[in-house]
């Protein structure tokens, strides 16, 4: 028997849409042994009366890929899954899922695939690479798929950062948010995006939070999902007043990330006597990043 751990992480970071991905102390754990025949999915927690556990599984599928891949039979195997990622939140649960099946899958094979391999295979199963790459890899990741492999750059993130994550009682479907996106944007905002989420990677790889105050800002697809996530735009400006670098929704939301330095001790305090006051039905997580990414315990 082994066990897996995958964390959670945070995409788009506000500019970096879909090709940017922090990795965050928040786990998904599963455990893997042998049986005789068969293969069995156990879920732990309270997901269990939402999450199948059936073939449509997203460890399932990355189980059932790599053995695929490897020209064996899929048999024998019992997984029991525990998790701490909130389902369709926007802290990448589903890419959680997926990397616990390709680790889990590839340690019960040997090792076959390389992380490349298993960062491709991966992206084939999410359909882009911002969660998988963060969730594998750990740290800031940058990744976009180009030809037949994803590209990626990993970076440590600083540990003076912390991740306060306002997490709503609604939920927001991946589908659904991408549904409510323009076919097209202006070049005005392609450029705006571009320089934001290149002083984005240049502030977060060199250390100077001074530059974070001007980097989480978006023009490309967040005004299109405010409007689906209520108190949203309010919570980034009352996070920016309690000295918070600044703020984005996470992956497709209805998260709201707030980057926040590990000095600024009056933040969590601030943010839930807000809470208390003006938004009962949401609640305020505090985060590490994980620089480690996914791993074998």
């Not at 490897?70 to 048999?75: E, F, N, S």
């Not at 094979?109 to 992380?115: E, N, P």
């Not at 001790?265 to 480690?292: C, G, P, Q, S």
């Amino acid at each position: 028997m082994f066990k897996v751990r995958v964390p959670a992480s945070t995409a788009n970071l506000g500019p970096g849409f879909d090709c940017m991905g922090i990795a965050l102390k928040l786990y998904n754990t599963a455990n893997f042994e042998t049986t005789d025949s068969g293969f069995e999915i156990k879920i732990l927690d309270e997901s269990k009366a939402y999450v199948p556990t059936n073939e449509t599984n997203l460890l399932y599928r990355g189980v059932e890929m790599l053995y695929a891949k490897a020209g064996k039979k899929l048999d024998g195997i019992r997984v029991c899954v525990s998790s701490d990622i909130p389902v369709t939140r926007g802290l990448g649960s589903s890419s959680a899922g997926i990397v616990l099946g390709l680790v889990g899958g590839n340690h019960l094979l040997g090792d076959m695939f390389s992380t490349q391999e298993l960062l491709q295979f991966a992206c084939e199963l999410e359909g882009h690479p911002d969660n998988v790459t963060a969730a594998l890899l750990g740290g800031f990741t940058i990744s976009f798929p180009e030809k037949n492999r994803v590209l990626y750059s990993k970076a440590n993130v600083s540990d003076d950062l912390v991740f306060a994550a306002m997490i709503p009682d609604f939920y927001l479907q991946t589908k659904k948010s991408r549904g409510y996106l323009p076919r097209h944007v202006s070049m005005r905002s392609a450029v705006y995006n571009i320089a934001h989420a290149a002083m984005l990677s240049s502030a977060l790889t060199s250390g100077d939070s001074s530059q974070l105050y001007s980097c989480f800002r978006d023009r490309i697809h967040q005004k299109h999902r405010f409007p689906y996530i209520k108190s949203g735009e309010y919570i980034i400006r009352a996070s920016r007043r309690f000295g918070a670098y600044g703020g984005y929704i996470s992956g497709a939301g209805p998260t709201i990330m707030s980057v926040v330095s590990k000095k600024n001790k009056e933040f969590e305090h601030n943010m839930n006597e807000l809470i208390k006051t003006n938004l009962k039905n949401w609640r305020l997580v505090m985060l590490e990043a994980d620089n480690t990414g996914a791993c074998i315990q």
